[in-house]
């Protein structure tokens, strides 16, 4: 595919697709959040940016610290290749979960940034964050899909596994088409954006479209996962479940805990007609 973005001869450096578009899915996102959180919420705007830069910075942290896991052998004998993030190697609802946690633990000490108001809103620049991120692993040639027969399917040639090589379906089949699994995240990360969006406009009691996130993401990328095709993501249990769908368990019942918790307290009770007043003798 498309690994880096520029190379400058002579000196080795060179510009990563991967780590780009990274930076360029959390502007976006970052820019979105702040934006409606100026605007509907009244948060200070630098302040917005603050808390998803730290959000971004954590969310790398987890999504590493979960990939490092998973290949623990490798890493332990080149403990600083955890820092070359810029090479991919990311598990992605590790970062997500580690942002939750870290939510869950700060927004309650700052009840000036508007608690689940303003979860909503991370939720849905999140969505939008990820619907761009997604275009990471594709055009570095990461997170390919297995064989399928479909037209959509995407040349296997044009990706590499975990060394380098050619993959093992272009060893095998230089003809072979594989499910473009990359597109899939993208496309199911913009229906649930586009689904939060409709759901935010019935003004529903907050940190319930926060809840429907975590409610709907997991499902699909669980699902998708099953048509991935590259081991190096790495397996709880080996070839039936995957850290991301492992991972995708927490976060959905993190989502059915919060619309739970956000339930409306019912109807008020209608006042009690006038009593008649008894008629002078």
């Not at 918790?261 to 009690?272: D, E, H, L, Q, Y």
């Amino acid at each position: 595919m498309w690994p880096e973005i520029l190379k400058i001869p002579g000196i080795g450096l060179s510009i990563q697709t991967y780590g780009t578009v990274i930076v360029l899915a959390f502007l976006v996102g970052a820019w979105w959040t702040r934006r409606r959180a100026t605007a509907t919420l009244g948060l200070d705007p630098e302040r917005v940016f603050n808390v998803t830069f730290v959000l971004l910075f954590i969310a790398l942290i987890g999504a590493r610290l979960v990939f490092a896991f998973s290949d623990y052998d490798h890493y332990a004998r080149r403990p600083f290749a955890f820092l070359k993030i810029w090479e991919g190697g990311l598990v992605g609802y590790g970062g997500l979960v580690a942002c939750l946690l870290w939510l869950a633990w700060w927004l309650p000490r700052h009840p000036e940034m508007k608690g689940f108001a303003f979860f909503d809103l991370l939720a849905r620049g999140g969505a939008l964050a990820l619907a761009i991120g997604w275009l990471a692993p594709l055009l570095a040639g990461d997170d390919y899909g297995k064989a399928t027969e479909a037209a959509w399917g995407i040349p296997a040639a044009w990706f590499k596994d975990g060394t380098g090589a050619a993959t093992s379906v272009v060893r095998t089949d230089a003809a072979a088409r594989l499910h473009p699994t990359q597109i899939y995240e993208v496309l199911w990360a913009f229906v649930v954006f586009a689904a939060l969006a409709a759901y935010a406009r019935r003004a529903p009691l907050s940190g319930r479209v926060g809840a429907l996130f975590l409610l709907l993401h997991p499902i699909g990328h669980a699902v998708i996962e099953l048509f991935r095709g590259d081991v190096k993501r790495g397996y709880v249990i080996d070839d039936v479940l995957s850290w991301s769908q492992f991972l995708a368990i927490p976060v959905f019942f993190a989502g059915v805990a919060i619309w739970l918790i956000r339930k409306p307290t019912g109807r008020t009770a209608a006042p009690s007609p006038p009593t008649a007043k008894p008629k002078a003798p």
